[in-house]
């Protein structure tokens, strides 16, 4: 699906159109109470459908994310995992149904972002907050840089840095607007094992701040390890929401109550996939 993710990188700056429309849960009513805050979701998607041509890529996805949650959206090749984010993030329109959130609030980090490897870490950063039209791009760099912890690497071009440290610069374009969620496609596909740790004790501490996070894989250790809820999706239907441990449960069979990658295999076996 790599005409989406081409544009990825650039397309929240591209499509104002898509900006400009007002959250469902913000348009024009009465200020909600804080219990009633407590009850509204970070994000939610309903029944979120999407065609191209005849090929249904999503079908009738409804599910919500809280404040601080972090979700792991795992399934096969081609089961719509990068649509339903590119929907989620505003970078794709739903043939049918609808996001909660304003883009302007999502943070997505694509899998093959439109940063400039010829660029220092601080311009690519001060480029994507002009693009994002943040306040003060100045300053929300220097934020970025400490958040990051890629400060004493500010001046250093992209390009010669590592995977994990590249990984954390296309991380912070996607935080440059301080979102409530940020959506992140196979973050750690090209990392190796200690680069992973450190991006996911990095997504951690977003999350312990009141972040969403909903990310993308097909590590399903991973998923286990870091994610609050899965979300299995098959063909464009979600087959499955629940915790790590409930799609342990949701098999009938010794190995995969032990492993998830195993109880996962079997769950779309069960279920014709
Ligand atoms: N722009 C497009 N035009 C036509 N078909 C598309 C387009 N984008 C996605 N698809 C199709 O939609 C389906 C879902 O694709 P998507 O890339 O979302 O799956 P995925 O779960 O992210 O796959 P992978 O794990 O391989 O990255 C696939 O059948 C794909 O071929």
């Known amino acids: 699906m790599s005409g989406v993710r081409r544009v990825a990188g650039t397309a ?34 309903r029944d979120v459908t999407r065609r191209f041509g005849d090929r249904e890529a999503l079908r009738g996805i409804t599910f919500q994310a809280a404040a601080g949650e972090t979700i792991a959206i795992i399934g096969p090749n081609g089961a719509g995992k990068t649509t339903l984010l590119s929907i989620l993030g505003g970078v794709l329109r739903p043939t049918s ?88 496609d196979e973050p750690s596909s090209s990392l190796d094992p200690r680069q992973r740790a450190r991006l996911w004790e990095f997504v951690g501490a977003l999350a312990r701040g009141g972040t969403a996070v909903i990310f993308t894989t097909h590590n399903v250790g991973e998923a286990e390890r870091y994610a609050d809820r899965v979300l299995v999706l098959a063909d464009g239907e979600l087959l499955f929401e629940g915790t790590p441990a409930a799609l342990h449960e949701a098999v009938d069979d ?19 996939h």
């Open 12 to 45: 929240r700056q591209l499509l104002p159109d898509l900006r400009r429309g007002a959250p469902a849960h913000r348009s024009g009513l009465a200020p909600v109470s804080a219990a009633q805050a407590q009850a509204v979701p970070a994000l939610a998607a």
């Open 254 to 272: 010794a190995e995969g109550r032990r492993d998830l990658e195993a109880a996962f295999v079997r769950f779309l076996h069960e279920r014709g």
């Open 97 to 184: 149904g609808d996001v909660s959130r304003d883009p302007r609030d999502v943070g997505w980090v694509p899998q093959q972002p439109a940063v400039y490897a010829k660029l220092s870490v601080a311009e690519n950063l001060a480029l994507f907050a002009r693009l994002e039209r943040v306040a003060d791009p100045g300053a929300v760099v220097a934020r970025m840089l400490d958040q990051t912890g890629l400060r004493d690497r500010a001046g250093d071009e992209l390009g010669t840095l590592s995977g994990g440290n590249r990984q954390r610069v296309n991380i912070a374009v996607g935080l440059l607007a301080d979102p409530d969620v940020l959506l992140l």
